[in-house]
Nanobody, 121 residues
């Protein structure tokens, strides 16, 4: 399983960014894919997940109504549209994958490299 995240950058509070994650090396319909993030000095935390086969979605409470996760079957790519960004969203964002729904939110098996998102006030 290979995951590669793109799209991080710097933005002012209230702005938007879209992260992308390209995927390869697994049978997509068997997996949940998603995003974790790690802020400076903090533990990694779940952000959002999507089941590749049917598109069922979960979000962390902290990002509901602001972030949108989606996937493109043809491009084998997952996206995270982030709106109304806050300084507390500053973190390294990782794309992740796992076969199990509860594990994608707790401790995913597969991790891509991270991409840094910095939100200034």
């Amino acid at each position: 399983v290979q995951l590669q995240a793109f799209g991080g950058g710097s933005v002012q509070a209230g702005g938007s960014l879209r992260l992308s994650c390209t995927t390869s090396g697994f049978t997509f319909d068997d997996y949940y894919i998603g995003w974790f993030r790690q802020a400076p000095g903090k533990e990694r935390e779940f952000v959002a997940s999507i089941k590749w086969s049917d598109g069922s979605i979960n979000y962390a409470d902290s990002v509901k109504e602001r972030f949108t996760i989606s996937r493109d079957h043809g491009k084998k790519t997952m996206y995270l549209e982030m709106n109304s960004l806050k300084p507390e969203d500053t973190a390294v964002y990782y794309c992740v994958a796992d076969r199990l729904e509860y594990m994608i939110r707790i401790s995913p098996e597969y991790w891509g490299q991270g991409t840094l998102v910095t939100v200034s006030s």
